[in-house]
Nanobody
Framework: QAQLVESGGGLVQAGGSLRLSCAAS????????MGWFRQAPGKGREFVAA????????YFADSVKGRFTISRDNAKNTMYLQMNSLKPEDTAVYYC?????????????????WGQGTQVTVSS
């Protein structure tokens, strides 16, 4: 059974950095698109970043462009989200997700597999 497990969340001051990891198991994700989403209290799930697993092409929401980077380690079946220059408005539960195709989409409904989420809190 496919499983995604996030780690690396926590509490950080504004301007700080965190790196989230998403470990995939149960099936190979080497040929599918994967992404990160976040959900703040009282808000919907928001696209953050995505990566074409095989090609490495990356996509970002405007709100995080230039501050976040997404990468993957195929050998470890793991995806990362490096978050720099964090702001209080980045506070949310962050989820990793995987599609069943290689095409990247930015809507949550396009992803079939989800992790349990990891909390990121940025204090001002």
């Amino acid at each position: 059974q496919a499983q995604l497990v996030e780690s690396g969340g926590g509490l950080v001051q504004a301007g700080g950095s965190l790196r989230l990891s998403c470990a995939a198991s149960g099936r190979t994700f080497s040929s599918v698109a994967m992404g990160w989403f976040r959900q703040a209290p009282g808000k919907g799930r928001e696209f953050v970043a995505a990566i074409r697993w095989s090609g490495g092409a990356t996509y970002f929401a405007d709100s995080v462009k230039g501050r976040f980077t997404i990468s993957r380690d195929n050998a470890k079946n793991t995806m990362y989200l490096q978050m720099n220059s964090l702001k209080p408005e980045d506070t949310a539960v962050y989820y990793c997700a995987a599609r069943t195709t290689s095409v990247v989409v930015t809507t949550a409904s396009g992803y079939s597999y989800w992790g349990q989420g990891t909390q990121v809190t940025v204090s001002s």
